[in-house]
């Protein structure tokens, strides 16, 4: 059973930075592709990005493409996501999600095993 706790979510004006944070616990950490997803109010759930066991495939979403960069350590057992040129439709709560790699790095939330508690981003104009 894997254990996901995010963290570095917060309050950020338009135009601005944050980094997020997630530290896996309870499995073998470079085992599983980690993805990174939002949902904001009355919408359903979208995946922002992911990233395969070893780093060497990333995916991102087109809304996020070039703003963001996820990245992983795995010695650490963590997963980050860089989001820079913040915009108030980035505004969701953000979670990290782990599945077990087959080859791909999974878009879909079905695809994903474990999730952790979710960060609040807001992002005021």
């Known amino acids: 059973q894997v254990q996901l706790v995010e963290s570095g979510g917060g309050l950020v004006q338009a135009g601005g930075s944050l980094r997020l944070s997630c530290v896996a616990s309870?499995?073998?950490?470079?085992?599983?592709?980690m993805g990174w997803f939002r949902q904001a109010p009355g919408k359903e759930r979208e995946i922002v990005a992911a990233?395969?066991?070893?780093?060497?495939?990333?995916y991102y979403a087109d809304s996020v493409t070039g703003r963001f960069t996820i990245s992983r350590f795995n010695a650490k057992n963590s997963v980050y996501l860089q989001m820079n040129s913040l915009k108030p439709e980035d505004t969701a709560i953000y979670y990290c999600?782990?599945?077990?790699?087959?080859?791909?790095?999974?878009?879909?939330?079905?695809?994903?095993?474990?999730w952790g508690q979710g960060t609040q981003v807001t992002v005021s104009s």
């Open positions: 999600a782990a599945k077990v790699y087959y080859g791909d790095v999974g878009t879909e939330a079905h695809q994903y095993d474990y």
């Open positions: 309870g499995g073998t950490f470079n085992k599983y592709a």
């Open positions: 990233i395969s066991r070893s780093g060497g495939s990333t």
